[in-house]
DNA sequence: TGTGTTTAGTCAGATACTCTGATTAAAGTA
DNA sequence: TACTTTAATCAGAGTATCTGACTAAACACA
């Protein structure tokens, strides 16, 4: 099987199991949502770069702000450093999900660990590390 | 940074640059079309399959081949072996794309070994095989 | 300082993708 | 034969995404 396929497959494995995880918990954001949300930082951040880091159109992040602006899980504030742009900041309700997303996140880890082992998990780990060195549009 | 935004960013990265390289060829096809073409085995599959294979609903395979169809780059047979079932197969036009994603993946590969080395790069192609053991929905 | 260029974000409109629910027809089962 | 399941499609709706045009603030520099 091909590496693209290979990397693909676990990857909406977690992004499955974490969106489901956060849903179960009473968070209701869909996985657009999600993967905009979770890139928001926590001193907040600019729709631009989100948009960039989340790889969209600033009009689509601009929609999905929106929605979770409107759901009440971020809010937008004026940036101090420049009046054209305005910081996304994820609010208190947001931050219950982190918990939440982190502790699926831990038991998915656990269950590869279980499978591969501890010695091939690092090396995956380490791997991937060095392979978003040249493939994250967004360093 | 977490694994499962490790696994995503280069997994991204992939599926980007083989669809461009496979659109920069003249197939003129969308990123949700050609993950169902990719899925479409030499000898036919079930539109049923196709859907469990790609993680989407009936309604959206038949969505996806039927624009994949119009543009001839696949057929539906009938299935010999079921009345109710059709043979989803990718014509001769569409086998076209295949050297060109191979060969834009043998280069990304490439580059990939350059960056990581040939050791580490096996290591990671070893620890994703099990993996997709255990986070393949369709094996 | 004033003018031209870039940048951050939004508005409007269109398209693509995906889903839920209901339906038809062919198999499979007892 | 009657009941149940399976493969696929139809109809309709909702979500996500894009292109193009625009406003306002910031920046660059002659």
Redo the contacts between chains.
């Keep these: 099987?091909?590496?693209?396929?290979?990397?693909?497959?676990?990857?909406?494995?977690?992004?499955n199991r974490?969106l489901a995880a956060v849903n179960a918990a009473g968070f209701d954001v869909s996985q657009a949502q999600a993967r905009v949300l979770?890139r928001v930082d926590p001193e907040g951040t600019r729709l631009t770069v989100l948009a960039e880091s989340a790889?969209v159109t600033k009009q689509t992040a601009g929609f999905l702000v929106d929605q979770l602006e409107k759901a009440g899980y971020l809010e937008r504030v004026p940036d101090p450093t420049d009046g054209r742009a305005r910081l996304v900041r994820v609010t208190e309700k947001a931050k219950g999900a982190v918990p939440v997303a982190n502790a699926e996140?831990a038991r998915?880890?656990a269950?590869?660990e279980q499978?591969?082992g501890k010695r091939?998990?690092a090396?995956?780990?380490?791997?991937?590390?060095?392979?978003?060195?040249?493939?994250?549009?967004y360093r």
């Excluded at 099987?1 to 992004?15: H, Q």
């Design positions: 099987m091909n590496i693209g396929l290979l990397l693909f497959i676990p990857s909406r494995n977690v992004e974490i979770m790889q996140m998915i880890e269950e590869w499978h591969i091939r998990m090396q995956l780990r380490e791997a991937l590390d060095m392979l978003c060195e040249i493939t994250d549009p």
